[in-house]
């Protein structure tokens, strides 16, 4: 591996993780609306979702509560993550991680976090919302006080592969609980503050790993989660509604489940590691050859199974099967537009950490802003029209941004595209997540949430590794001014990019008339696909 590669890999490894930490970053599950929305009887726990003004107004104490404590957990999941970032090099030091080895302080967690969603989602439907949310977050807290203590690279590690487990089971559950208890336009507010709370936890994250890691020490990250997670399971024991039903263990597709998460998890490994073996390296392609080849045979294997991981038939759905494309292309983009400023702040104007964390506040905010309009524009104008123009908005942000030069100016060069691309990405992962999740039943909404989360998490990981490849690529630099040449060629491509995802939506999704009618239908009202 030569100099100028070596380089790319050390510097990249940390946002290996932003797809995974953004896996809740704008990405809200679906929307419904109705002009007229029916009168709700109470639910089985005794909780009306109907009600007007904020999102948890002029609902019973348990329900405006309910949503807090969901985003609080998923907050954590995302500041912990981002938070390490920042940390890996007093990690390393501390441990005596030397090399290329470091990466795997982040490679464990997306390993197993980007491979078993599919499983957490099908778990969340089949053995209890509420039951494998506790889990989930038991797992998260548990793995967490392990990183904190960790002596060895090898502890460390292992450590956060629990976390990564904890999450996946965690986060599409926390998912499908605001799908099922939030109805019509309570909904829609609910999964905007969702999306919100992503966009910001990540540059939040940044920070705190910064100021934590300064002032502290790097196991401070891990032990702050101890008290919020405490906090957060007496706080879902009392709002989260008690699953009603048995466990469906038999139900559980456990050989659909080894076959998705080791050929997600091969995927997900051979992009990880491409930048130091090579695209065309023969790891590369075999290990990824042989993901693609498990996806096909686990397709195969839940046609025929009675009650699949994954049905397979929903991704012929339009909507569910060109949202995922979608969400995939949109969350290469967000990432790739985390990874290319960090290149330039970092590399090329000499920022900090902590600056660079600031830097990104306003991108967190501009993409918070995208999810809450997303949210409305869907509810109207479908999915299609809004995904066409979020994407071309994000090619003219991503344009902008392709300017930069080795005398630029964060506020003269990156700002002002970085503000655009964050609004059109917010608007876009939003109506991606819509797309995917609208018409969910009750028992399905585990299994589209996971399916959700999985498109997000294998897009982000492309596209910091694409991104991260063509940025250098042009003159082999990625730090100093010659960087800028590389970055810039990659936010162009980042932009053609984008317009060919504008043009895809045209293609692969419902028109609005089509669409909407199954919007503003209650989940439990639709059929079979």
Not at 140 to 151: H, I, K, M, P, R
Not at 155 to 179: E, H
Not at 225 to 253: E, M, Q, Y
Request: hydrophobic share 50%.
């Amino acid at each position: 591996m030569n100099k100028h590669a070596h380089q790319l890999h050390a510097f990249a490894r940390p946002f290996r993780a932003l797809g995974a930490r953004h896996h809740g970053a704008v990405h809200p599950a679906s929307a419904e609306h109705s002009q007229h929305p029916p009168a709700q009887s109470q639910s089985s726990h005794g909780h009306s979702h109907h009600g007007q003004g904020g999102v948890t107004d002029a609902l019973p104490s348990g329900v405006r509560w309910l949503l807090p404590v969901l985003l609080v957990a998923q907050l954590m999941v995302i500041l912990d993550i981002t938070a390490v970032n920042i940390a890996l090099p007093s990690l390393s030091l501390d441990l005596g991680i030397s090399g290329a080895s470091v990466s795997w302080a982040i490679t464990s967690y997306t390993l197993i976090f980007g491979s078993m969603l599919l499983f957490g989602g099908r778990a969340a439907d089949l053995l209890g919302r509420r039951r494998v949310f506790l889990t989930g977050l038991a797992v998260f807290t548990a793995s967490s006080l392990a990183s904190a203590l960790a002596g060895t690279a090898t502890t460390l590690f292992i450590a956060r592969a629990g976390q990564g487990l904890g999450a996946a089971l965690l986060s599409p559950a926390a998912l499908s609980i605001i799908t099922t208890a939030f109805q019509g336009p309570q909904r829609t507010k609910a999964l905007a503050a969702w999306g919100a709370v992503g966009g910001a936890g990540a540059a939040v994250g940044v920070l705190l790993g910064g100021l934590l890691t300064e002032i502290a020490d790097w196991r401070m990250i891990f032990y702050v989660n101890l008290p919020v997670a405490a906090a957060l399971t007496v706080g879902a024991l009392k709002v989260v509604p008690a699953d009603t039903s048995k466990p469906k263990w038999r139900g559980l597709d456990l050989r659909g489940a080894t076959l998705a998460t080791g050929s997600i998890g091969a995927i997900v490994y051979a992009i990880t590691q491409s930048d130091s073996a090579g695209w065309t390296s023969a790891q590369t392609l075999v290990i990824a050859g042989a993901g693609l080849l498990g996806l096909a045979v686990f397709g195969a294997h839940e046609r025929h199974t009675a009650e699949p991981l994954l049905k397979v038939k929903r991704l012929a759905d339009r909507a569910v099967g060109g949202g995922l494309i979608l969400m995939m292309l949109a969350a290469g983009l967000l990432f790739g537009l985390f990874l290319l400023c960090s290149f330039y702040l970092q590399n090329v104007l000499d920022d900090g950490p902590l600056a660079t964390g600031l830097g990104f506040l306003p991108l967190a905010l501009a993409a918070g802003v995208g999810a809450h309009a997303g949210g409305r524009l869907v509810n109207h104008r479908g999915v299609r029209m809004p995904l066409v123009a979020a994407f071309g908005v994000t090619a003219v942000g991503m344009a902008l941004l392709s300017r930069v030069g080795s005398d630029g100016s964060y506020l003269r060069d990156v700002l002002p595209g970085m503000l655009i691309a964050g609004l059109g990405l917010g608007v876009a992962l939003v109506s991606a997540s819509v797309a995917i999740l609208t018409g969910a039943r009750q028992d399905e909404t585990g299994m589209l949430s996971g399916l959700n989360t999985t498109g997000h998490e294998l897009g982000g990981t492309i596209g910091i590794a694409v991104f991260g490849t063509i940025a250098a690529a042009a003159t082999g630099a990625i730090a100093g001014p010659a960087a800028a040449e590389g970055i810039a060629n990659a936010f162009l491509v980042a932009a053609l990019v984008a317009v060919a995802a504008g043009l895809i939506a045209v293609v692969a999704l419902p028109r609005a008339h089509r669409f909407l009618p199954k919007l503003r239908l209650s989940p439990q009202a639709m059929p079979m696909h």
